[in-house]
T-cell receptor, first 114, second 115 residues
Framework: DAGITQSPRHKVTETGTPVTLRCHQT?????MYWYRQDPGHGLRLIHY???????DKGEVSDGYSVSRSKTEDFLLTLESATSSQTSVYFC?????????????FGPGTRLTVL | DQQVKQNSPSLSVQEGRISILNCDYT??????FLWYKKYPAEGPTFLIS?????DKNEDGRFTVFLNKSAKHLSLHIVPSQPGDSAVYFC??????????????FGQGTTLQVKP
């Protein structure tokens, strides 16, 4: 199994509060990704990183920001959480990046925004 | 616009039989396809992939077939086992400059293998 951990694994928060999710890898892979999984949508890319301090937006980036100050850590921040951001969030890593590299996923964080 | 579609939300098969999961895509520039398996409360696990230069890739009980003209891929599991019961996602990457190789996932198909 790829060495990927996510914290916290579960979180309940209130609308309007800031939330930060952490993804930590021990594989020293260059590429890291944040996805959300919702019923009927599969997994959708929020943001990704192709190196330290190098990030770009994905398909559903509105309301989210990311930071990557170290190779091993990729943070996802909800500046002001909304109920529509209730979801399961997955981090993924890959060694060589697109288009033919395989992504490996962490265990996920279940976030509930009340 | 759903670029990758799994039109069957669920599939039920008997243990020992073949499971066939299907996936259709619309972007003819996709050039790499993957299948992931997901158990409840866990992250997706990579199963098998195929490049657009091939039409078949096999790994043990799992075989992926790619039909580029039909923009269709399928995952065959033979023989199916109860432990294969999970949600299966297909994903595609490539897609030209508008996609920059990011993975686009289908909605998933829940496979149930009955003992």
């Amino acid at each position: 199994d790829a060495g990927i951990t996510q914290s916290p694994r579960h979180k309940v928060t209130e609308t309007g509060t800031p939330v930060t999710l952490r993804c930590h890898q021990t594989e020293n892979h260059r590429y890291m990704y944040w996805y959300r999984q919702d019923p009927g949508h599969g997994l959708r890319l929020i943001h990704y990183s192709y190196g330290v301090k190098d990030t770009d937006k994905g398909e559903v980036s509105d309301g989210y920001s990311v930071s990557r100050s170290k190779t091993e850590d990729f943070l996802l921040t909800l500046e002001s959480a909304t109920s529509s951001q209730t979801s399961v969030y997955f981090c993924a890593i890959s060694e060589n990046g697109p288009p033919t590299d395989t992504q490996y996923f962490g265990p996920g964080t279940r976030l509930t925004v009340l | 616009d759903q670029q990758v579609k799994q039109n069957s939300p669920s599939l039920s098969v008997q243990e020992g039989r073949i499971s066939i999961l299907n996936c259709d895509y619309t972007n003819s520039m996709f050039d790499y396809f993957l299948w992931y398996k997901k158990y409840p409360a866990e992250g997706p696990t990579f199963l098998i992939s195929i490049s657009s230069i091939k039409d078949k890739n096999e790994d043990g009980r799992f075989t992926v077939f790619l039909n580029k003209s039909a923009k269709h891929l399928s995952l065959h599991i033979v023989p199916s086992q109860p432990g294969d019961s999970a949600v299966y996602f297909c994903a595609a990457s490539g897609g030209g400059s508008s996609n920059t190789g990011k993975l686009i996932f289908g909605q998933g198909t829940t496979l149930q293998v009955k003992p």
